[in-house]
């Protein structure tokens, strides 16, 4: 079964450091998602992506981050510059034609991103 | 502000009864309701999901019920089964938002043998 992946499973850096995080979406899914979740509190959107760029962002989702789909498969996240709050779980998500209809996202495993 | 509310952190169940799991929301924009689970370092797993024109879909033990007037959803599992123990996230998408989705904190369910 086709499935979203995450690189690393683990981050660890130092606040003011770039963090890019990876996610392979599932191969004929077109629309691309962060999400995030820190420790204890509800899952967060950050950003669509479709059709090489950015659809929605949210008001986390400020200068500092940055998405781009580098070669047709991977899709990254990156932080400019690392601050305490960006500790969190990161999720990447991808939806399909077949799905979009119930909007049936599906995620990845998520990256554990620890600034410190 | 929770537009998703899950109001119980957790329920806990004895095996081969009925766990049932509520949602509310605030927004009358949102057109689609969701339910994922979640097991520790894993991603949330798509469960089952709703349309705002429906008040009931189910599959298989799974059933989520939907009150539009009351702002309600709810997710009823007949039986619980210990696999069935996890975290279930209640998530909803607003109209024309491109698939965003606004989850609840999520309810951790434990199902006894």
């Known amino acids: 079964e086709p499935e979203v992946t995450q690189t690393p499973s683990h981050q660890v850096t130092q606040m003011g450091q770039e963090v890019i995080l990876r996610c392979v979406p599932i191969s004929n899914h077109l629309y691309f998602y962060w999400y995030r979740q820190i420790l204890g509190q509800k899952v967060e959107f950050l950003v669509s992506?479709?059709?090489?760029?950015?659809?929605?962002k949210s008001e986390i989702f400020d200068d500092q981050f940055s998405v781009e789909r580098p070669d047709g498969s991977n899709f990254t996240l990156k932080i400019r510059s690392t601050k305490l709050e960006d500790s969190a779980m990161y999720f990447c998500a991808s939806l399909g034609l077949a799905s979009f209809l119930y909007n049936e996202q599906f995620f990845g495993p998520g990256t554990r991103l620890t600034v410190l | 502000d929770q537009q998703v509310k899950q109001n119980s952190p957790s329920l806990s169940v004895q095996e081969g009864r009925i766990s049932i799991l509520n949602c509310d929301y605030t927004n009358s924009m949102f057109d689609y309701f969701l339910w994922y689970k979640k097991y520790p370092a894993e991603g949330p797993t798509f469960l089952i999901s709703?349309?705002?024109?429906?008040d009931k879909n189910e599959d298989g033990r799974f059933t989520v019920f939907l009150n539009k007037s009351a702002k309600h959803l709810s997710l009823h599992i007949v039986p619980s089964q210990p696999g069935d123990s996890a975290v279930y996230f209640c998530?909803?998408?607003?109209?024309?938002?491109?698939?965003?989705?606004?989850f609840g904190k999520g309810t951790k369910l434990s199902v006894k043998p």
């Open positions: 709703i349309s705002s024109i429906k």
């Open positions: 998530a909803a998408s607003v109209r024309g938002s491109q698939g965003n989705l606004i």
């Open positions: 992506f479709y059709n090489n760029e950015i659809s929605e």
